[in-house]
């Protein structure tokens, strides 16, 4: 047998607790908000450095670099950012390359040219002054519908639902959310559910609360793997848990193939510690960033130098370098040059040699910041 979730209209398949669903409470009145923003106040996260803030400036570069990203590796690079551009107009007027150089190791480069672009655009459009409601902050440069719910809700306390990877999590084992996440239709489905549980009183405090605290939720209760359930503040009213099985929400089908790819970097470097470095094409891999010249092989490399520096090329170890669904493996191919020789014409494209002190302030894909910083270290 399977039963229909109220919330979702999609079919639940019955797990060996199913007659444990009778007389669970319902989760579309004020109970299932009431109890995350209770639970935020006094269990959740309040000293991460982008709370207890209503400046969207702030809230949406926490959202931006949080994306993809975990809340330890963010942190030290959110206050770097506030550091050097204080303000939504500090960062428009800075130059490309050093919010990429600001970026670099965070990965996901798009999203640091979407956010200077998104800083010129409020600026520019907007007179310096973030858009008030979510339908308007969606019309800005990479911001998607959850980021701007999310600062929509913080800031401006708009009635408005987010659903990051935390939030999908929760609400679909709180309702038995069946639906198969990898279709837009079902992802709509789960906005519509997500939009039915929010608060409907007392919106200035309840939402940024609210917002939160399901966010926490996800993020340290109701884990992947290994929920802690006990600890749960809607335990209570959970359809999963109740089921028997909240780890089989939610549903996602469809997964992405892992690939892989090789790539040689030719390394030239003089006795001073510069290094030629090029700008890699957008988009593309490292779209944007500075990098040793890229070569789909060895042999594609020799090619590109004259004969008598070929001899002189000492390898690299090479190693893979991970991406979200691509691994690289990169093999650098070092070439020291005289400055006499470095003046010549011998080094493919349209490159630039940079001293230590120059490129430690580019956007520089993480490898090759590390191959660099180990050589001066």
Not at 188 to 211: F, I
Request: aromatic share 8%; charged share 20%.
């Amino acid at each position: 047998m399977a039963r229909v979730s109220t919330l979702s209209g999609t079919r639940v398949p019955a797990g060996p607790r199913e007659n444990a669903v009778v007389g669970i409470p319902s989760l579309a009145g004020a109970s299932f908000s009431n109890r995350i923003v209770r639970w935020q106040e006094s269990h959740g996260r309040n000293s991460l450095p982008w709370q207890n803030t209503r400046d969207p400036y702030r809230v949406w570069l926490s959202e931006i670099m949080l994306q993809q990203t975990q809340v330890a590796t963010v942190l030290d690079y959110y206050t770097r950012f506030l550091q050097r551009f204080p303000a939504v107009a500090d960062l428009a007027a800075a130059e490309p390359d050093e919010v990429l150089g600001l970026w670099s190791g965070l990965g996901y480069y798009s999203r640091a040219r979407n956010l200077h672009r998104c800083a010129q655009d409020v600026v520019r459009l907007h007179g310096g002054e973030f858009p008030r409601t979510a339908a308007l902050l969606q019309t800005l440069p990479g911001i998607g519908p959850s980021t701007a719910a999310a600062i929509a809700s913080f800031c401006f306390s708009e009635r408005v639902a987010i659903l990051d990877g935390n939030v999908k999590r929760v609400l679909t084992r709180v309702t038995a959310f069946a639906g198969d996440l990898s279709s837009s239709a079902q992802e709509r489905a789960l906005w519509e559910v997500a939009t039915s549980l929010l608060p409907r009183r007392n919106l200035a405090e309840a939402m940024p609360r609210y917002t939160q605290g399901v966010m926490d939720l996800g993020a340290t209760i109701c884990t992947t793997r290994q929920p802690s359930c006990l600890l749960c503040p809607v335990q209570g009213m959970c359809r999963g848990l109740a089921g028997g099985a909240p780890e089989i929400y939610p549903v996602k089908t469809r997964k992405l193939k892992r690939s892989a790819q090789s790539l040689s970097l030719l390394w030239a470097e003089k006795a001073d510690g510069s290094v030629w470095l090029e700008r890699r094409p957008s988009p593309g891999i490292w779209g944007g960033l500075y990098c040793f010249p890229v070569f789909s092989s060895e042999d594609a490399l020799l090619d590109m130098l004259p004969m008598p520096w070929r001899a002189r090329l000492t390898a690299v170890q090479p190693f893979v370098h991970v991406l979200t669904h691509k691994d690289l493996r990169l093999s650098p191919m070092v070439l020291a040059l005289s400055a006499r020789e470095a003046k010549s014409k011998g080094l493919p494209g349209e490159g630039a040699w940079f001293s230590p002190a120059e490129w430690q302030g580019l956007g520089l894909p993480a490898p090759i910041r590390r191959l660099l910083e180990q050589r001066l270290g």
